[in-house]
Each structure stands twice: as structure tokens, then as C-alpha cells.
């Protein structure tokens, strides 16, 4: 099974902050990677697949890259409303694995 | 609009069985990969199982595999989870997905298994 590492687990930002979150799989799942957002009691929402396409809908301050093993999910100015846990999904080979998830928190 | 509405949920004892539903709307829903994907109250997502457009292939968590049966039925845009031999490290809120990765989510249904 491909592992995910996510990290880091949970970080403080301010409003304004540029925010990165990094993956990494435990082998080579070209550009399957997926990132989500999940607010308390809500499903997840996908805002990135295939590594850098932005969902329809999702602002442009959000941004996905990499290849192969380690994947990055920035947000360049982080909002109010992106304070959430975000999670990456690889899809390249079942079983599906999602990293264990990063807590953006308010500073 | 597109919906994707699970329904099943409940609490159950140890190795008793319960059965999940999701039902699709404003989608094409024999286009669509599925997939069950649940989430441990407080906890992160884990995936469960998927079913191809056609459901030809069918693809399990070891966790589960044995004792969950995913499917489908195009005809009613309903996907399917019958799950047996519950146990308590099953109870977690369970969602229905779509599309690969998973793009399109249920609002999810509650799993409670206990004595």
C-alpha cells in the first residue's frame, strides 16, 4: 500500500499568511494527488486533482505541485474561511490512502 | 443540483449487519466512479471502497474486505453498502463519493456499532 505523509500535523497562521502544506507518498504516484478542505461537521470538499487542477469554484489563492513522491498545497494569502483541516488523496493504485490530515489554526 | 444523499446510518451491536444507501441527482451517475470513504469522529478520512462506472471492479480496505459488499445500480442511480460482522473500530460517520479522485460528497450518515 502507498503511504502519505502529510505534514506538518497543525499550524498557527494570521490572515494574510502564505501557507504550505506538504505530502509525501511512500512511492512514485505520478501526478495522483488530490487536496481537500474539511470544515467541522461538513463533508470534504476537493479543491485540487491531478496535482495542480484547481476545482471549478475554488479561489485562485490555492495551488497545487509536484511529481513522483512529494506534493505541496500553498495558499498565498490565507482567508478567513480557509481556516479548515486539509487532506491529500493519492489515486494512482488502490487502496485509496489519504495523508492524516493538517490543521490550519488562527495565530 | 447535483446530490449525493446517504441514508442507513444508525447503531448497531457488535457483529450485527446495516446496510447504507446513497442516492445521486443531478448527475450522470453511470459515468462515475464511487466510493465510500469514512471518518472516525475527530479523527481523519480513511477510505473504504470504490466501484467502477460499469461496476465490473470493485476494490476494498483490508479493513473491511470480506466483510463490506459495495455496489450499485445505474438503473436507480443508487450505490450500495452492505456491511456485516460490524465492529466497534467500524463506528464512524460514512460518505458517499464520486468521481475519481473523489470530487462530488454526501453530507455522510452516522455508523454506530455497539453493545
Known amino acids: 500500500d502507498i503511504q502519505m505523509t502529510q505534514s506538518p500535523s497543525s499550524l498557527s497562521a494570521s490572515v494574510g499568511d502564505r501557507v504550505s502544506i506538504t505530502c509525501r507518498a511512500s512511492q512514485d504516484i505520478r501526478n495522483d494527488l488530490g487536496w481537500y478542505q474539511q470544515k467541522p461537521g461538513k463533508a470534504p470538499k476537493r479543491l485540487i486533482y491531478?496535482?495542480?487542477t484547481l476545482q471549478s469554484g475554488v479561489p485562485s489563492r490555492f495551488s497545487g505541485s509536484g511529481s513522483g513522491t512529494e506534493f505541496t498545497l500553498t495558499i498565498s494569502s490565507l482567508q478567513p474561511e480557509d481556516f479548515a483541516t486539509y487532506y491529500c488523496l493519492q489515486n494512482n493504485t488502490y487502496p485509496l490512502t489519504f495523508g492524516g490530515g493538517t490543521k490550519v489554526e488562527v495565530k | 443540483q447535483v446530490q449525493l444523499v446517504e441514508s442507513g446510518g444508525g447503531v448497531v451491536q457488535p457483529g450485527g449487519s446495516l446496510s447504507l444507501s446513497c442516492a445521486a441527482s443531478?448527475?450522470?451517475?453511470?459515468?462515475?466512479?464511487m466510493h465510500w470513504v469514512r471518518q472516525t469522529p475527530g479523527q481523519g478520512l480513511e477510505w473504504v471502497a470504490s466501484?467502477?462506472?460499469?461496476?465490473?471492479?470493485?476494490y476494498y480496505a483490508d479493513s473491511v474486505k470480506g466483510r463490506f459488499t459495495i455496489s450499485r445500480d445505474n438503473s436507480k442511480n443508487t450505490l450500495s453498502l452492505e456491511m456485516n460482522s460490524l465492529r466497534v473500530e467500524d463506528t464512524s460517520v460514512y460518505y458517499c463519493a464520486g468521481a475519481v479522485p473523489p470530487g462530488l460528497w454526501g453530507q455522510g450518515t452516522l455508523v454506530t456499532v455497539s453493545s
Open positions: 466501484i467502477r462506472s460499469d461496476g465490473t471492479r470493485k
Open positions: 491531478a496535482t495542480s
Open positions: 443531478g448527475i450522470t451517475f453511470s459515468n462515475y466512479g
